[in-house]
T-cell receptor, first 113, second 116 residues
């Protein structure tokens, strides 16, 4: 049972444009959400997170939006840069579970020139 | 500051052989995680340690997998015997107990295991 879903395996965006990566979850107990970025042959690195008490969190070019009623979150990257090309994982957790993360399957973003 | 160190980076073995992976977490991090990432999937937690104690091993296939963190620092994950389906990337992560909603997990580069 996939509790965190990323239905788009890949996405291609032109440099300078907006990249939108989507994530859906089914477990209503999840109340903290994270995005991780992974380059080939490296481990995932934390990018940005959002608590369920918020609907938006922004950090530079990266913004995460959370729609609790739809159990949906998205990551916006504006403007996209070639160095953003990587696999992006959505992850979710229930606070009080010692940071136990449930990951989605990932979306491979390619930013073209 | 050094990140999470894992070795080996790559391992190819024949089925039924044993294999071991080693992880050294970031200095001072007392929480250590082992994840398995199958091709095209996200990481899945196998086991979590708080110091030397395995506090969550519910997803560890105990018939063939074992792990240890004897002194609460580095850790070893072992598979014996390996099966074809064990081919995956094995990731180690560590975090501090800084408090708050989420203690950021820092990942190592992983060990890519291929079982032939």
């Amino acid at each position: 049972d996939q509790q965190v879903k990323q239905n788009s395996p890949s996405l291609s965006v032109q440099e300078g444009r907006i990249s939108i990566l989507n994530c859906d979850y089914t477990n209503s107990m999840f109340d903290y959400f994270l995005w991780y970025k992974k380059y080939p042959a490296e481990g995932p690195t934390f990018l940005i997170s959002i608590s369920s008490i918020k609907d938006k969190n922004e950090d530079g070019r990266f913004t995460v939006f959370l729609n609790k009623s739809a159990k949906h979150l998205s990551l916006h990257i504006v403007p996209s840069q070639p160095g953003d090309s990587a696999v992006y994982f959505c992850a979710a957790m229930e606070t009080g579970t010692a940071s136990k993360l449930t990951f989605g399957t990932g979306t491979r973003l390619q930013v073209t020139l | 500051e050094a990140g999470v160190v894992q070795s080996p980076r790559y391992k190819i073995i024949e089925k039924k052989q044993p294999v071991a992976f080693w992880c050294n977490p970031i200095s001072g991090h007392n929480t250590l995680y082992w994840y398995r990432q199958n091709l095209g999937q996200g990481p899945e937690l196998l086991i979590r340690y708080e110091n030397e104690e395995a506090v969550d091993d519910s997803q560890l296939p105990k018939d063939r997998f074992s792990a240890e963190r004897l002194k609460g620092v580095d850790s070893t994950l072992k598979i014996q015997p390996a099966e074809l389906g064990d081919s995956a990337v094995y990731l180690c992560a560590s975090s501090s107990q800084a408090g708050g909603l989420y203690n950021e997990q820092f990942f190592g580069p992983g060990t890519r295991l291929t079982v032939l």
